[in-house]
């Protein structure tokens, strides 16, 4: 597998951070930090700092780098003060940024807590896209099977702490990802729950029907089918969660004719049978 230096060693970076804490990596966290050091030298032209300093420069990503990379207010193009992108050579108003004083007000802050770091966030947005770009070829021995079940267990726990819910597109993954059929794909896995790991609150959804052919009511269809056919699930308890995602899809709805919409959509009619 191969990936752009720059992305590879963002990703090393996010991994490393949730699995030194598990002690049964503590011997792949090692690895980790030997390919740190090398991607980051390569990339940056300098020694690597502590891991834990790049640590603490990954989680600055919150922070708009317009503002951080502005703080003196050198760039005429951004105003300090009431957040207005203006055209450099005539001074116009190009469009407003409402939060762009509070994002400054952030920048300002994170680089007094932690100027070291901050340091390399500023690194991070100005690096040669050169050097970013470069095609690397991916250690799949650092981050494989094993090590991807904790994070995305990891990932997925968060997710459910913040409530978010994560909206599926089946027939738009299967056409391009490396799933070759439906019985492939997570959701199932997901709604049936067997091997018992954390799962989010899902929504079904059809992405583009212009491209993939499809809609809500196949999706919904496809994902029944599924359930009784790879997920050994009798047709009452395929049901049953079909329902529970019509439920979860009404409960995690947008705008406010979204009932009046979905009134006239019964998943239980419009299945494989």
Known sequence: MYCARGEWLDNLIWAYGLLRQESAFIKTCQGMRDEIRTHFRKLYSESTPDIDLLLDAWRLRHLDPLAALNLDGSAPWLSNKCGEIRNKEDDNILFRRPL??????????????NPHA??????????????????????????????????QDIVITEINRRGVIVEVMPTSNIRISHYEHFAQHHVIRWLTNKDKRPRPKVVIASDDPGIFATNLRNEMSLVHWTLRTAGGLDESQADHIVERLHESARRSRFGDDFDRKFKSFSPLRCHFR
Do not use: C, D
């Open 118 to 151: 901050f340091r390399l966030f500023l690194k991070y947005h100005q690096v040669e896209s050169s050097k970013w770009n470069q095609i690397v070829q991916i250690n799949k021995a650092l981050i494989g099977v094993e090590e991807m079940k904790p994070l």
């Open 100 to 113: 762009e004083g509070l994002e400054i007000q952030k920048a300002r802050e994170a680089n007094t807590e």
